[in-house]
């Protein structure tokens, strides 16, 4: 397993402002996400972070609204840029520790409310 | 592509007693794998059981078991002895190939005193 977590846990934003999102795991793991759920929603998968590269990006969701970072094997951020009430959501990563295994571990997720 | 439906929004159980929540999904790939998560309202995703598809024995873990049935593409899971700290949100997802993860809606667990 892997132990994750995420820092801001919540925060409040002005319109138009951007927050970034840490995401930490205890250890090395070969793949991370991030995830939006929206009240009361699912899970919906914003982006794949590739270590050392471009991250890979679901529909509906693009690189310059939510830059993704990866600078190696624990860490990654997620930034979401020129907010608006809309992106009130929370948002979490995840991880799978290892290759051959499917199960993703989550972080607690970040709450964010845009005014 | 992989789909996944929760048909059941919201559930309600007695405390210590058994219930059933009900997991639909479709997927084109050969090797998958299926997950339950409950989300406590603290927001944690806690992983509560897998099943890899290629297994014809049904996972358990402790009182959580599920109930696979691969050509019907359903996937229960049984909450035996419920207890009030299993009142939760509780996700069925599946996973294969590129290994993300497709979710379904959830279903809204309550366990009643």
């Known amino acids: 397993s892997a132990v994750i977590s995420q820092k801001p846990s919540r925060d409040i934003c002005q319109r138009g402002t951007s927050l970034t999102i840490q995401c930490q795991v205890d250890s090395q793991v070969t793949m991370m996400f991030w995830y939006r759920q929206q009240p009361g929603q699912s899970l919906t998968l914003i982006a794949t972070a590739n270590q050392g590269s471009e991250a890979t990006y679901e529909s509906g969701f693009v690189i310059d609204k939510f830059p993704i970072s990866r600078p190696n094997l624990t860490f990654s951020t997620l930034t979401v840029s020129n907010m608006s009430p809309e992106d009130s959501s929370i948002y979490l990563c995840?991880?799978?520790?290892?290759?051959?295994?499917?199960?993703?571990?989550f972080g607690p997720g970040t709450r964010l409310t845009v005014t | 592509a992989q789909t996944v439906t929760q048909s059941q929004p919201e559930m309600s159980v007695q405390e210590a007693e058994t219930v059933t929540l009900s997991c639909t999904y479709d997927?084109?790939?050969?090797?998958?794998?299926l997950f339950w998560y409950k989300q406590p309202p603290s927001r944690q995703m806690i992983l509560v059981i897998r099943?890899?598809?290629?297994?014809?024995q049904n996972a358990t873990e402790n009182r959580f078991s599920v109930n696979f049935q691969k050509a019907a593409k359903s996937f229960s899971l049984k909450i035996s002895d419920s207890q009030l700290g299993d009142t939760a949100m509780y996700f069925c997802a599946s996973g294969a190939g590129s290994y993300q993860l497709t979710f379904g809606k959830g279903t809204k667990l309550s366990v009643i005193p």
């Open positions: 995840s991880a799978i520790p290892g290759t051959g295994a499917y199960e993703q571990y």
């Open positions: 099943q890899e598809a290629y297994k014809q």
């Open positions: 997927t084109s790939e050969s090797n998958y794998y």
